[in-house]
């Protein structure tokens, strides 16, 4: 099956779907002024406006990974990822504290989804 591609750039392309499995870039804000409720507010529109574009939705993620640069916002965090998650359709989640490329960045996650038939 061939391997489609959204948004390819010189480094990276936002979306590759195979298989019927959407996978995406990591996502970051924009702006990075924002406090870690804010960032993680606009990452997860952005993965809702590519996944859509990808014929996926958040029901059907398969795997999540979340990189934060302080663990110490972990519950600012998972406060905006709680009521933005499908509830009965929580996915796979690993949550790591790293040092992103950009230090204005406090949040990068990175999705695996099913394409809805």
């Known amino acids: 099956m061939a391997v489609i591609r959204h948004h390819v750039g010189k480094r990276l392309s936002e979306i590759a779907v195979h298989n019927g499995t959407v996978y995406l870039a990591g996502q970051i804000a ?22 859509a574009e990808a014929n996926s939705d958040k029901s059907h993620l398969l795997s999540v990974q979340i990189f934060i640069a302080d663990m110490a916002q972990f519950g600012g965090m998972n406060a905006v990822w709680d009521e933005w998650v499908a509830q009965g ?6 949550t790591v504290e790293a040092k992103l490329a950009n ?15």
């Open 30 to 51: 924009e702006d990075t002024n924002q406090d870690i409720g804010g960032q993680t507010r606009e990452v997860l529109g952005h993965v809702d406006r590519l996944l």
């Open 89 to 94: 359709a929580t996915p796979p989640r690993a």
């Open 103 to 117: 230090p204005k960045c406090l949040v990068e996650i990175v999705v695996v989804a099913a394409q809805r038939n």
